[in-house]
């Protein structure tokens, strides 16, 4: 299917677990990013990717670690996650890194950390 | 680094009505992107409207459009014509970057 798709949609998991976020795209979008919104902030940008193999920090990366080692994907991990990392993620892809092509997100991955 | 600002956590309109919702920004850039997504209960992000710094003539997408105000670093997003299906959060952003905390909008039959 075409388009870009984030799973697990539902994740719960124990403090000190690694989890995996996977974030898969279609249209060989260079940008891509993640982002985890919380209530009372918005969405805040963790990581992003002008192509394979290029990542960046966004606004609050700690404690979470990305790859880009194909266009198509781009996995965000929590090493060892903890009760603040409770939060609902999204991945996203842009064609080009000009606002001028469209952010297109995907349905989320709500995350929960007992 | 750049912040975005939205000063009105709920806003409430009537069906049929106009609302605004406001949002500032900081930023020392003289060319950027502004955008305005809108979050239904779905949880989806959709592009509403979006505004490049350098264009002066404020943007519009049917019932939606902006008053964009560089010099004050303004940009607010103005609904005509209200619809139960305008009901969601509404989020700021610069550049894709900065999000701004959200306003949520009631839209009363």
């Known amino acids: 299917d075409a388009g870009i798709t984030q799973s697990p949609r539902y994740k719960i998991t124990e403090t000190g677990r690694q989890v995996t976020l996977m974030c898969h795209q279609t249209w060989s979008h260079s940008y891509m990013f993640w982002y985890r919104q919380d209530l009372g902030h918005g969405l805040r940008l963790i990581y992003y990717s002008a192509a394979a193999d290029i990542t960046d920090k966004g606004e609050v990366p700690d404690g979470y670690v990305v790859s880009r080692s194909k266009t198509e994907n781009f996995p965000l991990t929590l090493e060892s996650a903890t009760r603040s990392q409770t939060s609902v993620y999204f991945c996203?892809?842009?064609?080009?890194?000009?606002?001028?092509?469209?952010?297109?997100f995907g349905a989320g991955s709500r995350l929960t950390v007992l | 680094a750049q912040t975005v600002t939205q000063s009105q956590p709920e806003m409430s309109v009537q069906e049929a009505e106009t609302v605004t919702l406001s949002c500032t920004y900081d930023?020392?850039?003289?060319?950027?992107?502004l955008f305005w997504y809108k979050q239904p209960p779905s949880r989806q992000m959709i592009l509403v409207i979006r505004q490049e710094a350098y264009k002066q003539q404020n943007a519009t997408e049917n019932r939606f459009s902006v008053n964009f105000q560089k010099a004050a670093k303004s940009f607010s997003l103005k609904i005509s014509d209200s619809q139960l299906g305008d009901a969601a959060m509404y989020f700021c952003a610069y550049d894709d970057m900065r999000f701004g905390a959200g306003t949520r909008l009631t839209v009363k039959p």
């Open positions: 996203a892809s842009r064609r080009g890194f000009s606002g001028a092509n469209v952010l297109t």
């Open positions: 930023t020392s850039e003289s060319d950027y992107y």
